[in-house]
């Protein structure tokens, strides 16, 4: 039982370069977040999805895109990285209800 | 705006001992969770202990506990009997009933031998 799993764990981009943060869920949560943890700033909300094909935006919104074209997975994109995204991003699921988030291992975002 | 304060950056406490990690939160909502998450070297968010915030009752889970007052807004982690693998960053997290979890900036505990 894989729980929610983050793709890749690692990678380095240069500035302006595009990629795609997968996240796979086999829990069958309706609900998907990512976050952003920066030193000393906490985790932060990027976007989140209540359901299949439905997305919204976050507290740090700017210069992501997110789809959820199907309920299992949940994709956080770049189009063109900023040193600013440099951070360690983390995917998140849970059930409707007040339930707990369960949490991906994270994946460091490195962007010279 | 909701907010949730860990004013403690960094603790350290001697092996077997007794730590408490503070947290406040700011809303105007009556029914809530809260959540106490550890994140260890390995960076994977581990569920320590929840709180309902309609239960009275502070809740308990083996040798971590909580001290929930909400009239205070105030909702501290107690580790008894620390051990080395309680060393760790600590999230305290707050859930109005939203969609979104807000979350403090975290206390790093070290746990000395």
């Known amino acids: 039982n894989a729980g929610v799993t983050q793709t890749p764990k690692f990678r380095v981009l240069k500035t302006g370069q595009s990629m795609t943060l997968l996240c796979a869920q086999d829990?069958?949560?309706?609900?998907m977040y990512w976050y952003r943890q920066d030193p000393g700033m906490g985790l932060r909300l990027i976007h989140y999805s209540v359901g299949e094909g439905t997305t919204a935006k976050g507290e740090v919104p700017d210069g992501y895109n997110v789809s959820r074209l199907k309920k299992q997975n949940f994709l956080l994109g770049l189009e063109s990285a900023a040193p600013s995204q440099t951070s360690v991003y983390f995917c998140a699921t849970r059930t409707a209800g007040a339930g707990e988030l369960f949490f991906g291992e994270g994946s460091r975002l490195t962007v010279l | 705006a909701q907010t949730v304060t860990q004013s403690q950056p960094e603790m350290s406490v001697q092996e077997a001992e007794t730590v408490t990690l503070s947290c406040t939160y700011d809303?105007?909502?009556?029914?809530?969770?809260l959540f106490w998450y550890k994140q260890p070297p390995s960076r994977q968010m581990i569920l320590v202990i929840r709180?309902?915030?309609?239960?009275?009752q502070n809740a308990t889970e083996n040798r971590f506990s909580v001290n929930f007052q909400k009239a205070a807004k105030s909702f501290s982690l107690k580790i008894s009997d620390s051990q080395l693998g309680d060393t760790a960053m600590y999230f305290c997290?707050?859930?109005?009933?939203?969609?979104?979890?807000?979350f403090g900036t975290g206390t790093r505990l070290k746990v000395l031998a």
């Open positions: 997290a707050f859930y109005p009933g939203t969609y979104k979890y807000i």
């Open positions: 829990m069958n949560h309706e609900y």
């Open positions: 809303t105007s909502e009556s029914n809530y969770y």
């Open positions: 709180q309902e915030a309609y239960k009275q």
